[in-house]
Structure formats: C-alpha cells, structure tokens
C-alpha cells in the first residue's frame, strides 16, 4: 500500500490491521513519516513492514517493487493479496519536476501506480484486489471542485512533463494538473481492467484479479493541501457549507471507506469508479480507449527502459 502515513491512507491502513487478523501490511513510504507510522501501526498489531519508497523517484520504486519481490519469493510475506495505490500529491503549480526530468504531479498520481502493477501484480494471488485512490475532480466541472479544477488532456509525453499547463508556475496549473494526473489514474484503471485477466505484456497476473479506482468524497484536514495557495483556501472555506452534507466527508470515514474497498466489501465489476460505496460512471471523458491504451503503453515504455 502507499499512502498509507498521512489522511485517508493512515486512517484505513489501522482500519485494515484490525478487521483483517490475517492480513500483513506492507507499507511503501517514505522517510522518517514511514518510519513513525510504522511504529504506530504495529502498536495495533505487529504484521506491518515497511519498504522506504520515494514514488517521485523511479529507481526508487523499481528497488521498493524488487525488495517486495524478493521478500515474497522468500516466504518472508505471505502471498501477495492485493495492492493499494492511494498516493497523491497536489501542488500550487505544475512545474516542479522530479529527479527523473518529470512532472512530480503525474510521476506520484500516476506513473507509480503504473510502475507497481507492472512490477507486482504478476505476482498476485487470486482473488486479489488492486484499488487506486482517484479523485471526483476529474469531472473537471462545476459540480466536482466547484469549476477550480479545469482538465487539460494532451499526449501523455507533454503532460508527464513539467509546463503542460498555461502558466505553469500558477496554482491554476497546480489545480489542472491534479485534476487531468486523476483522470490519467482512471484510464490507466480502465486498461489495466482489460490487461489484466490474461496478462498481456505484463506477464502472467493470475485470473480473478480485479482493479478498481476509488473516489473519496471531499475530505479536508488530510495533509493533501500542505502546498497551500487557492487549494487550501478551498478545502478550507468552500468546503465548511457543505459539511453537514453528504459531499464531504471526514478523515476517519474516508478511511474506513477505502478499507471496505480493499477488503472487497464494494462489490463492482473490474475496472469501475467507486463513488465512495458504489459504483456509478466516471465522467463521460474518462472513457477513451484509444487515450487509455496510448498512455498504458506510454507508462509501460517508461517502466520497461532501463533508461530510468
Ligand atoms: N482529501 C481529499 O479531499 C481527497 C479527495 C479526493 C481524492 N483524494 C486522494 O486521496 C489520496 C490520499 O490523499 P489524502 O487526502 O489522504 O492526502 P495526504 O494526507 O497528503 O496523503 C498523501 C499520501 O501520499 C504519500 N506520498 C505523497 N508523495 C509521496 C512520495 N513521493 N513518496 C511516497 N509517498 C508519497 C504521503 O506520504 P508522506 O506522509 O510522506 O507525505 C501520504 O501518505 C490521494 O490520492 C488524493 O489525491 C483526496
């Protein structure tokens, strides 16, 4: 799982360790925040490992994937039942850019997961089941992120990059690359729902294995908004009027809800949008297959060349 030290990630990370005796967390993250969440959750129980992972790094999520690898094939973990991609990051701008030479928005929300499926999901178990944390944003409208989250989609190539945006360095940008790296999430989602049953390019991922995006409500006080700016400013003040209604919810809900998901408490085909509980339609443009395969086959390129 990643994500798991901070929000919507650390609430469901505890919630999985006590509704599941069986389950061994293995946690993806990075530095001392690992390391602290590492001691809280084996407090509840001690079936937690952590694997120092920086997902703005690619090397340093092909070394995590081939430590999580190695510990498996050793029996040091039991079987690997699912994966959990619930990692974001949103910033001001859209112009910081990762060791790698991309966009760290795109490289975190969307070229990790990719890489992680590649490298892990040949060796789930079956059932299993691989979730992603997405976002309602990626409607890009009015009625999902009150008009603030405007998507912009181009060739992956461009968007993987920073300046893909107008005016990169405005928190306009920071917000339309959040909002277009979820709506990349969704399509990777999509394609992955189609490769997966019969491990096409990717190996031999076991049949009944699904993926599944998931889609908090809006959840303020998680460490999402650290970057401030007009992100902040909305999770701060738009957000208290709809408090008392059902489109937002709050850290330990959204927590609980992820962990229904991975445990398979949501029931919904391969491939779908899971609104919080159940699954509905994404947006009309997050169904594109010639956009989902052009970036599946633009993600796996990149995990597939030694050149990062
Ligand atoms: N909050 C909302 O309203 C909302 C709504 C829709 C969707 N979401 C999505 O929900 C997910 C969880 O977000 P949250 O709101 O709970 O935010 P959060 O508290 O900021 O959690 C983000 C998590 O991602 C990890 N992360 C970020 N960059 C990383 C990196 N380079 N390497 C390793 N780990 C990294 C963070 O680790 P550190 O602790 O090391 O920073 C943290 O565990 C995200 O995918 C977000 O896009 C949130």
């Known amino acids: ?17 006590r509704r599941d005796a069986q389950l061994h967390l293995v946690m993806l993250a990075r530095g001392a925040t690992g390391r602290v969440t590492l001691t809280e959750l084996q407090s509840i129980r001690s079936d937690v490992t952590l694997v120092e992972t920086d997902l703005a790094s690619a090397a340093s999520v092909r070394a995590a994937a081939e430590t999580v690898r190695r510990r498996l094939d050793s029996g040091d973990l039991p079987p690997l039942g699912g994966i ?23 490289a975190v929300n969307v070229l990790a997961n990719h890489m992680l499926l590649g490298e892990l999901a040949p060796g789930l178990t079956s059932p299993a089941r691989i979730v992603i944390t997405v976002s309602d944003t990626h409607f890009g409208d009015l009625k999902h992120g009150g008009g603030l989250f405007k998507l912009r989609w181009s060739d992956p190539d461009v968007l993987a990059r920073p300046g893909a945006f107008p005016r990169p360095g405005a928190s306009s940008a920071g917000r339309s690359a ?8 969704i399509y990777l989602v999509h394609e992955w729902a189609r490769r997966l049953p019969d491990g096409v390019d990717i190996g031999q991922a076991p049949d009944g294995v699904d993926i599944v995006a998931y889609n908090p409500a809006l959840v303020p006080g998680t460490g999402l908004s650290r970057d401030g700016g007009l992100t902040r400013i909305f999770m701060r003040y738009v957000t208290r009027p709809l408090a008392a209604t059902p489109l937002l919810d709050s850290v330990p809900a959204a927590g609980r809800r992820l962990a229904d998901v991975i445990l398979g408490g949501a029931t919904a085909p391969t491939g779908s949008y899971i609104d919080r509980t159940r699954a509905v339609r994404s947006s009309e443009e997050s169904y594109d297959p010639d956009r989902e395969r052009a970036l599946w086959e633009y993600a796996e390129r990149l995990r597939t060349s030694a050149a990062i």
């Open 1 to 17: 799982m990643t994500g798991a030290t901070s929000g919507i990630g650390r609430e469901a990370a505890a919630e999985l360790l």
């Open 84 to 106: 959990v991609g619930n990692a974001g990051v949103s910033f001001n701008d859209a112009q910081r850019s990762t060791p790698d030479g991309y966009e760290t928005t795109f």
């Open 178 to 185: 959040y909002a277009t790296s979820k709506l990349a999430a």
